[in-house]
């Protein structure tokens, strides 16, 4: 793929994340998906830019706040969202929500309802990698608050000391829900904990797509080699609240105004304008493109079945020994 | 047959297992040139080398959650957790992320675990190295719990577990580990889920678990003394629980005792009495009775008051025969 192809798709990808999203946020407000939606619009350059280093077959973790991160990796956006809606022909059959979204085809092994607790399991995927010897990388994504929980202590000691083809992906987007960073860390930059485990860190500017993709491509690039893991923290800003719905009362408008004149999307979009790899047109086209995508998946999505009762006791064992109920 | 002991016999399973299937690695604290805390893992490291035993940090929800991935990816991983009170530890990883990727995920995945880890008193060894927490984990549907009693089930009931394509949760009893008993010279596999009578008799039930199985027998010779002929039945398994046995034989003799070495508040035993009395209530010539340790903490220096033992099955079967 030649550069300006490259480039194109991560526009196309980071409009696609803004658009679904949004989108998102609307079905939820009008009662038509259930449980809770955790958008991160104003975050889509990291995904997008992180997953554009990947291949089909590299696995990624992603986090409640996970939509960005699926369909940057390619994530079917019919059964993508036929999942959000609790439908039969989502990818866990409508078990897993916005929260648990997964797909083994795209390589999105899981989203995480628990702040941290892909850490973990984000060594095993790069593990087996190794014991294969397959050569593939796992990205593990996880946001500012989930880095002062235990497991990431344990995950990314464990990763170096094994020199794990794994990326761990600090999305820093400000906010632990509803506490901001200065309240519940000392530190600034969340990558300068790597030097403590031994590992190579950097952090970077995560409204800018190109910087995030430069970087993310030399961590990839290392645990490719083997060379170990790598902690790319990934400035950004959170626009909405925890959860759609949220009226984060506990921060004042103007820090969310300000947050929202970092516009990646935006940004990325005048940069292709400006240096002639795009045209309005494209724009247009790019739009009109999403616009029918997700027409179609809503569509797509309200005509598949609820799952039955039949579905209640599936999947809980490998296997359904003695009828239905296990105990 | 052989005579072997209950810990050697752990470490044959595993060895078979690893000769078996290229995908069966073992992970955990101290398992390589250690051989484990308890020498399960004694001499897997030379057979097998450091890419398929691996010493770890002493990181337990890294090892349970390396696990799970490694798992997602096909491979069978067997995670030794160094004493059952440290599943507190890494108790996220178990029950929000092993337990709940298979039904969370449609069944997308297959969770091939087994987290080996001893329970139990015995040793002195305090509050924090002596739990048996079984019920914790019976209560989260997606795991299976097994409890090996003797070193023959242990090592069959342990390459099944291996074999087994969900997680399982392999509660080994470390007051057993020296225990010897007879197996086969060959291969052998004992199935989850199955309970054994270990000794047949008309007058009471006794469901027992682990080391409380050896402490139920040898009740039940006291009380065949007395004129009372008492069933012994080994659970083996918790989950999936063997229902037909236990009913089977409580409708012969209609009359319960369950006896475990863990807490009796809010025990298995409580379930299995619930069971009983919902299922077969008419059948039933006495009030269920249970055996368990007191609801304190494992004490170091007065185990000997808590821990059940014989005398107290011997008691139970006493109060519910003379009802």
């Not at chain 1, 550069?3 to 939820?28: G, N, P, Q, T, W």
């Not at chain 1, 494209?282 to 005509?303: L, M, N, Q, R």
């Not at chain 2, 097994?146 to 342990?158: C, E, I, N």
Request: charged residues 25%.
């Amino acid at each position: 793929m030649g550069e300006k192809e490259r480039l194109l798709k991560i526009f196309y990808s980071m409009v696609k994340i803004r658009r679904v999203e949004e989108c998102l946020a609307d079905l939820f407000s009008k009662g038509k998906i259930p449980g809770f939606i955790h958008v991160g619009i104003g975050q889509e350059a990291i995904a997008a830019g992180v997953c554009s280093c990947l291949e089909a077959e590299d696995s990624i973790f992603t986090t409640h706040r996970g939509h960005g991160q699926a369909l940057a990796k390619g994530i079917d956006l019919n059964r993508f969202m036929a999942e959000i809606y609790g439908r039969k022909d989502g990818f866990c059959k409508g078990k897993s929500g916005s929260m648990h979204i997964a797909s083994r085809e795209a390589g999105v092994v899981g989203s995480n309802g628990i702040v941290g607790g892909s850490l973990p399991i984000s060594l095993g995927t790069a593990f087996a990698s190794m014991y294969k010897g397959e050569n593939k990388v796992t990205v593990c994504f996880f946001g500012d608050g989930a880095s002062n929980q235990g497991t990431f202590h344990e995950s990314l000691n464990l990763a170096a000391i094994w020199d794990l083809p794994v990326v761990f992906c600090c999305e820093n987007n400000g906010w632990a829900q509803f506490t901001p960073q200065k309240v519940y860390m000392k530190l600034e930059d969340i990558s300068k904990r790597a030097e403590s485990y031994g590992m190579a860190g950097v952090t970077v500017d995560g409204d800018d797509v190109l910087k995030v993709r430069e970087e993310a491509e030399k961590a990839v690039a290392r645990a490719r080699k083997g060379e170990g893991p790598t902690l790319l923290e990934c400035k950004t800003r959170r626009w909405f609240g925890h959860y759609v719905g949220d009226a984060q009362k506990y921060r004042s408008p103007a820090e969310v105004q300000q947050a929202r004149e970092f516009d990646p999307v935006f940004k990325f979009g005048k940069f292709l304008l400006e240096s002639g790899h795009i045209s309005t047109a494209h724009v247009d086209t790019v739009e009109a493109g999403i616009k029918s995508e997700i027409e179609e998946a809503i569509a797509f999505a309200e005509s598949s079945p609820v799952a039955g009762a039949e579905e209640l006791f599936n999947d809980v064992y490998a296997e359904l020994p003695n009828g239905r109920d296990l105990r | 047959m052989r005579e072997t002991r209950y810990i050697r016999a752990i470490t044959e399973a595993l060895s078979e297992e690893m000769a078996r299937d290229e995908d069966v690695f073992i992970i955990g604290e101290d398992v390589g040139v250690p051989g484990g805390a308890f020498s399960a893992t004694k001499g897997l490291l030379e057979t097998y080398g450091e890419r398929r035993v691996k010493d770890t940090p002493i990181s337990e929800s890294a090892i349970v959650g390396l696990a799970i991935g490694a798992a997602v990816q096909g491979l069978r991983p067997v995670a030794e957790i160094m004493f059952a009170d440290f599943l507190a530890v890494c108790m996220d990883q178990i029950v929000n992320q092993l337990a709940k990727s298979r039904y969370m995920f449609g069944g997308m995945y297959k969770l091939p675990v087994v987290i080996r880890t001893p329970c139990g008193g015995g040793l002195n060894a305090g509050p924090q190295h002596s739990q048996c927490l079984e019920s914790w984990f019976a209560h989260v549907p997606g795991l299976k719990v097994v409890m090996p009693a003797t070193p023959y089930d242990v090592k069959g009931l342990l390459k099944s577990a291996v074999r087994d394509d969900n997680p399982v949760l392999f509660l080994e009893n470390k007051a057993l580990y020296a225990l010897k008993g007879e197996i086969p010279d060959g291969e052998y596999l004992v199935p989850i889920g199955k309970a054994e009578v270990k000794r047949t008799g008309k007058d009471v039930t006794v469901v027992a678990t682990s080391r409380m199985v050896h402490q139920a027998l040898e009740g039940a010779k006291t009380l065949s003394k007395e004129g009372i002929d008492v069933e012994v039945i080994d659970l083996r398994t918790i989950t999936p629980l063997d229902k037909e046995t236990i009913f089977d034989s409580v409708g012969k003799t209609s009359k319960l005792v369950v006896a475990h070495e863990a807490v009796k508040a809010f025990g298995i035993g409580a379930e299995i009495a619930a069971m009983v009395c919902e299922e077969m209530f008419d059948r039933l010539k006495a009030p269920v009775a249970r055996v368990g340790a007191p609801f304190v903490p494992v004490p170091f220096n007065l185990e000997n008051l808590y821990l059940p033992n014989s005398d107290d099955v011997v008691k139970a079967v006493r109060r519910v025969m003379k009802y």
